[in-house]
């Protein structure tokens, strides 16, 4: 049973910059892919950026890219969110989450994956990033 625990969020000021941590545990990166998703209050649940390990494919909603990077670390089990030139729009509940890279035998794009968080079943509790002046 693969675990996932975000942690990192915490309340800065607009440009200032946030480091989001998840810690994936029950199985190796390489046969997962992970994303990070946010849901603002109101919202729905979007996909910000999203990572497939093995060929380290990754990908960016349109509103963060050139500000956020994800990464992972195998050997600690362990994918980032850099947060760079944070907004007031950047402010929500930020919530990692971890599926198999091809469920069933399919490949799908990181994109497609990304914005189908249904399609995660391992989820962690979020962690709240709010930016305020």
């Known amino acids: 049973q693969v675990q996932v625990v975000e942690s990192g969020g915490s309340s800065v000021q607009p440009g200032e910059s946030l480091r989001l941590s998840c810690a994936v545990s029950g199985g190796p990166l390489d046969r997962l892919a992970v994303g990070w998703f946010r849901q603002a209050p109101g919202k729905d649940r979007e996909g910000v950026s999203c990572?497939?390990?093995?060929?380290?494919?990754?990908y960016y909603t349109e509103t963060v890219k050139g500000r956020f990077t994800i990464s992972g670390d195998k050997a600690k089990n362990m994918v980032y969110l850099q947060m760079h030139s944070l907004q007031f729009d950047d402010t929500a509940d930020y919530y990692c989450a971890a599926r198999l890279q091809s469920p069933g035998g399919v490949m799908s794009t990181v994109k497609s994956m990304c914005e189908s968080p249904w399609t995660y079943p391992w989820w962690g509790r979020g962690t709240q990033v709010a930016v305020s002046s």
């Open positions: 990572i497939r390990f093995g060929d380290e494919t990754t």
